[in-house]
């Protein structure tokens, strides 16, 4: 329907497996090939790491999907053959093939990402796509639209002319940080022009195949007839398109044929509260129930924790190796810390404390059949350019477990960390600051969140987050429910982890949220809560403060 339609702008929200990129996206930069040949347009992803590791990939695999070769019909980041047609606007500069696709009608893109501002500053585009837009702020988003501009002369006469192609899954607001502008562009589409579109298209396409017909007759005349009555509905069909916009929302269930009624069942027998949103594409309910973290907001979470100046060494057809040194806000001669969960997931939050700040640079995982060896391998990969190789690491009380046959996982954790598997130093050195201490109940860890991320206490520092390379954890503290129990005691629901299939933990359980526990709860963080409220901690029902 949408290739039928083919308007203007086209805003889809669609459920997960949909193919929006690979199928909708890839269709419609072509169409932008043929319809703005030589048109300047931009991509437009919310990080340009996203941009380079998803969006991309699966925009040129939709590409091939469609018959489209690489070196014939598009170049990524490079002078383009000689036989494309020239780009309408001059590409200039040393580096004038950076972030750029260019197609063989010179149709070319420049790669935009949100948290890279200056990527767009002072050009103008004929046309725009952008994926997972539930990710893009209302605000950056507009800004980008407003150089959808310019070379009318040339493009004004086609439908496509300013055209905007937006994707995204049901934005949901209980998550921070999705932002639901897109169902705005529902109230843009006109409804009478859509049906009038739809019914030409048809037409159109009867007269397609009336062409065929003909040339099979090898009659000059019938030929001739029928290219004259071909052109006459194009230009019909174009008109109609003129200014159009296409706004659809469609179920998971569009993709049956290839998800599989069993990929299905199984998602809906978890009974997990994402089902209506994510799949189903339903407006998502507003949460009844408190959170866990409930004072945990926009504000603790920053966006721009890429350094792209180390980034931007490699090309976007090569694969990126992320390490600390694209960390915008890491310190490198300051130690570590480190907060692990130990469980089926391993999950380790990686920070380091800043003054008045307290930042989130890194999450790392495993799932089984992988456990403390990759764990271990994954954070040396990571850090290791860090030049302070030392690492202050908290954690469960189950990681103490069997310490007097010295087997406990702390332990075996700390000796993958300060040696590889051959037995070699890294040069890391690894102080376990949770050894023999008790457990941080579920009222330490809520007592100490609530003040902090409140920002109620001048003593405890400003939580601030990477959204991005922390986003597991991101989505653990929103999702992470708060219980009571019978004698009123306050503890986080920890459910998900058992109802969850193992490659769902990452982002839907309360696992990273645990490692985020240990980390955050420091003992001179608890000292400074204690010392406001004159008990301790664990006993919830006390709240008297010190006068």
Same mark, same amino acid.
């Given at each position: ?10 805003? @889809? $929200? ?7 990129? $690979? ?8 169409? +932008?090939?043929? /319809? ?7 991509? =437009? ?14 925009? @040129? ?31 200039? !500069? ?19 990402? #949100? ?17 997972? $837009? ?66 030409? %298209? ?10 065929? #017909? ?8 019938? @030929? ?6 071909? #052109? ?7 008109? =109609? ?21 069993? &990929? ?10 994402? =089902?209506? $949103? ?14 866990? +973290? ?11 924790? +890429? ?11 090569? *694969? ?6 694209? #960390? ?31 930042? !989130?640079?890194?999450?790392? &995982? ?45 332990? *075996?954790?700390?000796? %993958? ?11 890391? =050195? ?15 860890? &809520? ?7 409140? /920002? ?62 240990? &980390? @955050? ?9 204690? %010392? ?16």
């Amino acid at each position: 329907m949408v290739n039928m339609i083919n308007p203007r702008s086209l805003y @889809i $929200v669609a459920g997960r497996g949909t193919s929006k990129t $690979v199928d909708i996206q890839a269709e419609r930069l072509i169409e +932008y090939a043929h /319809e703005l040949p030589g048109a300047p347009a931009a991509f =437009v992803s919310d990080t340009y790491m996203n941009l380079h590791k998803n969006v991309l990939p699966s925009l @040129i695999d939709g590409l091939t999907f469609k018959g489209w070769n690489y070196g014939e019909h598009y170049v990524v980041e490079e002078k383009p053959p000689s036989y494309f047609k020239p780009t309408f606007n001059v590409l200039v !500069g040393k580096n004038k093939y950076k972030h750029t696709l260019i197609t063989h009608t010179g149709l070319n893109y420049t790669m935009v990402s #949100l948290d890279r501002a200056s990527s767009t500053a002072a050009r103008s585009y004929i046309a725009l796509q952008g994926d997972e $837009v539930k990710y893009f702020p209302e605000n950056k988003i507009a800004k980008l639209t407003k150089a959808i501009r310019g070379a009318q002369a040339i493009y004004g006469n086609s439908p496509l002319y300013r055209a905007h192609t937006f994707t995204t899954d049901m934005p949901n607001p209980n998550n921070i940080g999705e932002h639901n502008w897109i169902l705005k562009m529902m109230s843009k589409m006109n409804k009478s022009q859509i049906l009038l579109i739809m019914q030409t %298209a048809f037409i159109l396409n009867d007269i397609k195949q009336e062409l065929i #017909l003909a040339e099979d007759t090898g009659d000059k005349k019938i @030929i001739d007839n029928a290219e004259r009555k071909l #052109l006459r509905w194009i230009e019909r069909f174009n008109k =109609v398109r003129y200014k159009s916009t296409l706004f659809l929302i469609a179920s998971s269930f569009v993709n049956i044929d290839i998800l599989t009624a069993d &990929y299905f069942e199984e998602e809906i027998e978890q009974n997990l509260s994402d =089902v209506d $949103v994510a799949l189903l594409s339903m407006y998502p309910a507003l949460l009844d129930g408190a959170r866990f +973290y409930g004072k945990l907001n926009e504000s603790h979470f920053v966006s721009d924790g +890429y350094l792209y100046d180390y980034y931007d060494k490699v090309s976007l057809k090569d *694969k990126i190796q992320e390490t600390s040194l694209g #960390l915008r806000y890491i310190k490198h001669d300051d130690p570590l810390e480190g907060g692990v969960d130990f469980g089926n997931m391993m999950s380790m939050y990686i920070g380091q404390e800043q003054g008045a700040v307290d930042r !989130g640079l890194k999450f790392l &995982y495993t799932l089984s059949p992988e456990w403390l060896g990759e764990l271990a391998f994954k954070f040396t990969e990571f850090f290791k350019h860090h030049k302070k190789k030392l690492l202050i690491m908290r954690y469960d009380r189950a990681g103490n477990n069997y310490n007097e046959a010295n087997e406990d996982m702390a332990s *075996k954790l700390k000796r %993958a960390i300060e040696f590889d598997k051959q037995g070699k130093a890294t040069g890391w =050195v690894v102080t376990l600051e949770s050894k023999g201490q008790g457990n941080v109940s579920h009222q330490d860890e &809520y007592m100490l969140c609530d003040e902090m991320m409140g /920002e109620t206490n001048p003593r405890l520092p400003k939580l601030s987050i990477d959204r991005h390379n922390c986003k597991q954890i991101k989505s653990s503290l929103e999702i992470a429910p708060l219980l009571k129990d019978e004698k009123g005691n306050i503890k986080k629901d920890k459910r998900s982890e058992k109802k969850l299939p193992l490659d769902q933990l990452p982002m839907k359980s309360t696992n990273p949220s645990d490692a985020f526990k240990y &980390y @955050i709860c420091k003992p001179h963080y608890l000292r400074i809560i204690k %010392a406001k409220y004159n008990t301790h901690t664990s006993s919830p029902k006390v709240r008297t403060k010190k006068r």
